[in-house]
């Protein structure tokens, strides 16, 4: 049996409640592993009436759940898209907690579309932000690929590329500054215009260098989406498909009163 400090338990419990009051009603099966390993875990979570599904994904998520790590496409200078990949489909319950990740992480609300075998979602902000490409242009589609599912985050970097316009003019001021002392047009001061040029090239220099860093920051967080949009995908799967229970089918029909166990790992359909 796993032993959990108290803090690791209580965010445990806490995460549990969450997931509750977000579905209301789990149609999903607890898994009875971990049931089993964290058998005082849900001691305490059943003297708060939660839901043992709820809690096993919990545990999951508490775990970690191992994902295949997301790629950067190559989308050109002025655009970012991920790419990553989960088992399985998903259901409306599932897709209601991941368009909630993705609206808190783009802090917008946004509009889905069913297409088949396909399912996106649109960011529709509000007020001046919808003028703002990279606040405007945020994307995320689910796509059923064979067995797989591709998830594809995209979002517009053209707000940011417009805030490289004081290096541009760092740049030619420094070339004005380093013509004017070679062709001697400063007269004695040509050392000084020489020291300027080598000032404005190097700012510009840096702050490219930190607009080059807050794209890739930008490019970076939508990796950390597509990642937890794979974990809540894979952790919601993992409760679906539980091996939890044994189901006893009664064989009146052909031998009396007997009844046979059946371990069943999947849906049974009659």
Same mark, same amino acid.
């Given at each position: ?10 965010? /445990? @419990?806490?995460?549990? *409640?969450m ?12 898994? &009875?592993k971990? #049931? ?7 001691? +305490? *979570? ?11 994904? &919990? ?5 970690? $759940?191992?994902v !295949?790590?997301?790629?950067? =496409? ?7 898209? $991920? ?10 319950d599932?897709?209601? !907690?991941?368009? &909630? ?7 917008? =609300? ?7 075998n ?9 007020? =001046?932000?919808?003028? $703002? ?16 599912? %591709? +998830? ?5 970097? %053209? ?20 013509a ?8 004695? !001061?040509? !050392?000084?215009?020489? /020291?300027?040029?080598?000032?404005? &090239?190097?700012?510009?220099? =840096? ?24 974990? /809540? ?23 009396? *009163? #007997?009844?046979?166990? /059946?371990?069943?790992?999947?849906? @049974?359909?009659?």
């Amino acid at each position: 049996m796993a032993t959990l400090k108290e803090d690791e338990i209580r965010r /445990i @419990v806490n995460r549990a *409640t969450m997931f509750q009051k977000f579905y209301g009603a789990s149609i999903q099966q607890p898994v &009875a592993k971990l #049931e089993k390993e964290y058998s005082n875990v849900f001691e +305490i *979570t059943d003297s708060l009436n939660l839901d043992r599904a709820f809690v096993c994904e &919990a545990l999951l998520e508490y775990q970690g $759940i191992p994902v !295949e790590e997301p790629v950067i =496409l190559d989308a050109g200078f002025n655009s970012a898209a $991920i790419l990553g990949f989960s088992s399985g489909d998903f259901n409306t319950d599932t897709l209601k !907690e991941l368009r &909630a990740q993705i609206e808190y992480h783009f802090n917008t =609300l946004g509009e889905i579309k069913h297409r088949k075998n396909k399912t996106s979602w649109k960011a529709m902000p509000k007020g =001046l932000s919808r003028f $703002i490409s990279s606040q405007n242009s945020p994307q995320v589609d689910l796509e059923l690929s064979g067995n797989a599912l %591709k +998830i594809t985050a995209k979002q517009s970097l %053209k707000s940011f590329n417009k805030l490289y316009f004081p290096a541009i003019a760092g740049v030619f001021a420094s070339i004005m500054f380093f013509a004017g002392a070679v062709f001697g047009q400063m007269g004695n !001061e040509g !050392e000084v215009g020489i /020291i300027m040029s080598v000032i404005f &090239a190097s700012l510009s220099f =840096l702050y490219a260098r930190f607009m080059n860093k807050r794209k890739q920051k930008r490019k970076n967080r939508l990796v950390d989406l597509v990642e937890r949009l794979q974990q /809540i995908l894979e952790r919601r799967q993992k409760v679906s498909f539980s091996d939890s229970h044994n189901i006893s089918i009664p064989d009146n029909e052909y031998h009396g *009163t #007997e009844q046979i166990e /059946i371990k069943d790992t999947k849906k @049974v359909s009659n």
